[in-house]
Every structure is written in C-alpha cells, then in structure tokens.
C-alpha cells in the first residue's frame, strides 16, 4: 500500500511517531493508500527548513523565481492525466471535472503568480519637495496554508504560487482526506529545482498538524480554505500571535433568477451551480430564488435536468456527478434531507442512493442529486451549509424581496442573479452582503480579481494583486529631501 509522507527541506520523510491514516477512495469505500499522521514534531522540522531557505529566497531575484514556478506549471501540465485521476479517486469527483477545472486550475495558478511578480509596481508619495516616501513590498517568511478537500490541488496551488511567487518559504498542510496530488506535486516541486525547503508540505489531521501550524511562533502568515467552524478555531489560534490570517470559508450562496431571464441559460447553468462537484464547491448556489411568474416553469425544467444527470463511476467520462468525499458526510448531507421533510419541505427529486451502479461502486458515498421545495428561509436547511448535492427553490415577489432572501443568511460569500435588465442587475449586484457576484453566469473567474467572503464566509481578499498585497508587508521608506 502507497505510503504519503511529508516532503520537508526538500525530501520525502516519515512522519516522526510513526502513524499513519487511511486514504478511502470514497466511490469504492477502498483504502487506497496510508497518511502521515503528522504532529508537532513534523510541523516543527517543516517550519526550521523553510525558515533556513527564506534568506536566500526572498533575495532570488523575480525573473528566477518566475522561471522556476513556470517550470513546474510545465511539470504539472506534462502529469496532467496522472493528477486528474489521482484527484479523481481521491475525492470522488468525476475525472470529467477533474480535467476541465482542477488540473488546468492549478497550472493557471502557476502561470498567473509567475508572470504577476514580473509586473508588480509599489507606490510613491512625494511630500511637495520635503520628502519622498515609497512602499516596498516584502516577503512575510514562513506561511502556513491549509486546504480542504474538496479542490485539492486548485486550493493547493491557488496560496503555494502566490506565497512563493512573492518571496516566502512555505509550509502547506492539505487536507488529511485528499492528500494525492499534493503529493505528487511535492515530487514535482523537486524536479522543477525549486530550491530545497521553500515549499514543504507536511500530511495530516487538522487537529494534530493544522493546530500545530496555526499556532507556530514561526509561522507569521496563515493562508486558510476551510469550514466556518475550522475557520474560527485558526483564527483563535493565530490572533494571540498577531499572524496574518487569511480566510476562505463556507457558503450558503443565492441564486436569484428574474422573469426576464434567459431561461434556458439560467436553467442550464443553475443545474452546474448547484450540482457540480457533488455540491462540494464553497461558490455552490444551494439556495435558488426564482421570480413567481416563472416559478413553475423553472422548477419543470431544473428538476427534469436534475433527474437526467449522470451520477456514477467518477472514473467514466460521461460521469457529471461522482461520490461525496466520504460515508461520514453523506450521512451528514443525507440527515439535512430527512431535516427538510421535519421542516416541512418537500423532496421532488433525488436524495437516494442510486440504485444500479456496478458492484465495485456498491460501498460508495453516491447520492442522487435532490430539489427541495416549500422550505421557510429562516428554517435550517436553508440557513446550514450543506455542502451537497442538494438545492432548496423558493419563489419570491420583488427585487427588495430576493435581495432580503439572498441576505438573509449568516454566510455572504457570492451570489449569481439571472436577469435581462441591465440596470436591474447593477442594483441587485450591489445590495446583496457578500464578495462575488456573477450576473448571467457562475464560477467565471478571473484571477486578477479580489476573490473572498462576507460575514462568517471569511476574512480578506485573495487573488491577483490582493494576494501579493496578502502574502507580503508593505514598508513605508521616506527620505528626507
Ligand atoms: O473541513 P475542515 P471539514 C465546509 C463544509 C463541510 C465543513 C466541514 O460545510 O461540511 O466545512 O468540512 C484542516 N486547525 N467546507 O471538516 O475541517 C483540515 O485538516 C488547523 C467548506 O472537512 O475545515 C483541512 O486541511 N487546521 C470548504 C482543512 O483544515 C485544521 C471546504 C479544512 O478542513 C483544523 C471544506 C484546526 N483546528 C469544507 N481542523 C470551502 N470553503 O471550500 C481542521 N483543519
């Protein structure tokens, strides 16, 4: 059995008491390899190795910087089938998507951060001939980054490239449940000649080596993707130490679709929005308001749609929907519909356990793709992360009632708004409490943009030249004319 061991200064190395976790490949139920179960000790040697490369880093001039990580996009696009499928069995995404998002993801990330270091200008404020002052932007050192599961290597990369990219050393603890392609980008990272020490990656529980990185002296910066919950125990950990925190927490994202919309278009992209990754995705539109004089026509046509996809062997390319990311959280996505039922909702498709999948899917965490009606906004369901395949639809009257809707939640991570009225848009888009909104489409992004949440759907901004600002201090130099 496959044995995933944390790659520290530059080698592949045992975790230090020993331990090891189980690798499930959820569609199957099958253990397909062992973990480290890192600790302290293992954060504590990642931290002394990135801290020993930092000088000689942070003083690697741009252009060399830039020309490694290029390298090891090239690696990664030349290994794309291998890291397709590795993040397919890993998570239970259909290899389908794993293909077109988190592998060309993750190249994209490379690319992005190693050509935006070769552009990036600071600022000057000259003070009327007395003085001059200007900003220079400095690498932090040692940054923590902690990834989920449910994009592994897109979430992976999308806080290694800027990190290293501006300079610092790092240490990435991803996700105890997906830990493949991280895997196998350490390996990469090595062949790329990316100097030993400045990306090190140590496996684990979030408990055990998360805990320990959040609340290591020498780590000054955390770049975090997560659960709330999770989210608020970085931050408790990291506050007394006065690191920067960056977090990227849940969703409970609002789908607003207009009668003037393109029907078809919303319809088709509100299926993707709701379902894509199992319903795993933070940017997911689990709660979808629909205007009542389309009402009826919207759901005929989304619950038709819903009821064609193909859920299945993540590993067939026709496959739109795999499996969860474990037994565990089906049962928990699974106990949110039994919830609906007690809160009055009614289940108009999906919610089971597809019937007819081959016998090697048979201990699989599949689940039928599920709408739920005739929920009150206020209930559970439809305030909780859920994180699954499963979407609420609820009619609304007015503009000012769906903007009420889509705000009424403690989350304010994004929002999607279907509509043909130009003007409309731009005032829906603007009073709705959260960080992305898309406008007649979902999940179009564009790196340069300011990417992060509202309210408990996390703290700052990543992307583009946020995340260069993120993973560096400006310092003020003034002189004295
Ligand atoms: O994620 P966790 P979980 C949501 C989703 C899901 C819920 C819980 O609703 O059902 O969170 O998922 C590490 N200190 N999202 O429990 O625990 C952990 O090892 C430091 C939304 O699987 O937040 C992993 O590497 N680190 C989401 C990472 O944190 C800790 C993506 C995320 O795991 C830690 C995933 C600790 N105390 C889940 N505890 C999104 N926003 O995309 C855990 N970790």
Redesign the pocket.
Known sequence: MKRVLNFIGGELRPPSAGGYLPDVDPATGEEIARVADSDASDVDAAVAAASRAFPAWRKTAAEERSRLLMRLADLVEENFDELALLESQDSGKPVALARRLDVPRAIRNFRFFATAILHAETRCHPMDGEALNYTLRQPVGVAGL?????LPLYLLTWKIAPAVAAGNCCVA?????TPLTADRLAELVREAEIPPGVVNVVHG???AA??A??SHPGVPLISF???TK?GA??MA?AGPLFKKVSL???GKNPNIVFADADLEAAVATSISSSFANQGEI?LCGSRIFVERTIYDEFLDRFVEKTKNLRVGDPRDPATEVGALISEA?LR?VAGYLDLAKEEGGRILCGGRRPPELPGRLAGGAFLEPAVVVGLECSGRVMQE?I?GPVVTVTPFDSPDEAVAYANGSRYGLSASVWTRDLAKAHRVAAAIDCGTVWVNTWLLRDLRVPFGGMKESGVGREGGFDSLDFFTEAKNVCIKL
Do not use: M, Q, Y
Request: glycine share 16%; charged share 25%; aromatic share 6%.
């Open positions: 902690i990834s989920p599961w449910n603890k991803p996700s105890e449940l529980r979030g408990a998360g805990r990185l959040t993707t997560g659960g999770t125990d970085v950990a990227e927490l849940g933070c959280h928990k992360e994180f």
